[in-house]
């Protein structure tokens, strides 16, 4: 053996060093480093490996972060913000805690008439309560809106199909269809998974079989004409109701006035009848007085003349009216008849009884 191959193989007989402990560690470091790194630069923030290999993650506003560490649900909730975890070991997932809008599609039903119907769309605004996100997640994980909407709609909106006709479900109670399905899911919501509140759910028209529609439609033209003909009906009706009651209202006015009229006429008669009582009470009192006066004049001439009419004034006058008497006649029985003072003196007495007697009545 030469020397170079002794040199060879001398050197080949030496040991290797052992690698230290501390070794080991530094490079277990580095690599779980590089794979933080990578997993938060390489890896999508969509995929279900970040949740897992992410130290650092964000909790976005409206969610709060669920834990599972080995597949065990943890109590821990975090809320919106930067958070830190371990990773490979522990999975979290943000859970929206606000109002969200699930759209159930292509619901297929049948109609207690046999008919089958097609809702497309039906849209159930709702909401998971904070305090409630560990008892739900716990008992039916994060796709619990599929057991208790997704899937419960479907199973409601059967069961209402299938006890109305579709007459009902079309047309007479669709407005009814809202309430129904948001109180059906509410009870259940409330009785097995209470932290799942329902807003309110939104149902569109379902689509029904084309010879269906058709019949649906000409049936409203014919309620329209209906409508139409009712409205026309109700319209004349007014216009006939008002117009009597516009001759109605002319008649009362007309009758008011007339009444007026005849009330201000019998006013004036009334007056007319009053002013001639007066004007009558007026004249009689005149009268009366004139024919006071005419009696106490008569009954004064009467007194005056009782008083004046004496045996000797009368004859006085009956001498000079014989006196004046121009006639002369002739017989043997004119001159007793004349002269004859006895009789003169009866037919004085007779006039002065006449006189007293006029008078007496007159008082």
Not at 277 to 299: K, S, W
Request: net charge negative.
């Amino acid at each position: 053996m030469d020397p170079q191959q002794q040199g060879a193989g001398a050197t080949q007989a030496q040991p290797r060093p052992q690698p230290q402990p501390g070794d080991s560690s530094a490079i277990l470091a580095v690599f779980l480093t590089f794979i933080a790194i990578v997993s938060l630069i390489l890896v999508p923030s969509s995929s279900s490996v970040k949740s897992s290999l992410a130290i650092l993650h964000q909790i976005p506003e409206g969610h709060v972060g669920v834990y599972w560490r080995g597949g065990a649900l943890l109590e821990t909730i975090t809320h919106p913000g930067f958070h830190l975890k371990l990773p490979l070991i522990t999975h979290y997932e943000p859970v929206q805690v606000t109002l969200q809008t699930d759209q159930v599609t292509d619901i297929p039903c049948g109609t207690k008439g046999g008919v089958m119907i097609n809702f497309e769309k039906i849209e159930v605004v709702n909401r998971l309560r904070k305090e409630y996100v560990y008892e739900t997640l716990r008992d039916y994980g994060v796709q619990y809106d599929k057991t208790w909407i997704y899937d419960k709609i479907h199973h409601e909106i059967n069961q209402f199909c299938s006890s109305h006709s579709l007459q009902q479900v079309y047309i007479d109670v669709f407005d009814q269809i809202d309430e129904k399905m948001k109180d059906a899911l509410q009870v259940d919501c409330t009785r097995y998974a209470p932290g799942i509140e329902i807003i309110s759910v939104r149902v569109t028209k379902p689509t029904i079989p084309d010879r269906i529609r058709r019949n649906f439609e000409q049936m409203e033209e014919e309620r329209t004409r209906v409508l139409i003909a009712i409205e026309k009906q109700k319209v004349a009706e007014k216009e006939a109701e008002t117009s009597k009651k516009m001759a109605i209202s002319e008649a009362e006015k007309n009758a008011n006035v007339s009444k007026i009229l005849m009330e201000q006429k019998l006013m004036e008669k009334d007056s007319a009848r009053k002013q001639e009582e007066i004007d009558n009470q007026m004249y009689l009192a005149r009268q009366r007085g004139l024919a006071d006066a005419d009696f106490y004049r008569v009954l004064k001439e009467a007194e005056a003349n009782k008083l004046m009419l004496t045996p000797e004034y009368l004859e006085l006058k009956f001498i000079e009216a014989i006196a004046d008497n121009t006639k002369i006649f002739f017989g043997e029985k004119v001159p007793s008849m004349i002269l004859d003072q006895r009789l003169l003196g009866n037919f004085l007495q007779e006039i002065s009884r006449n006189t007293s007697i006029k008078g007496s009545a007159y008082a």
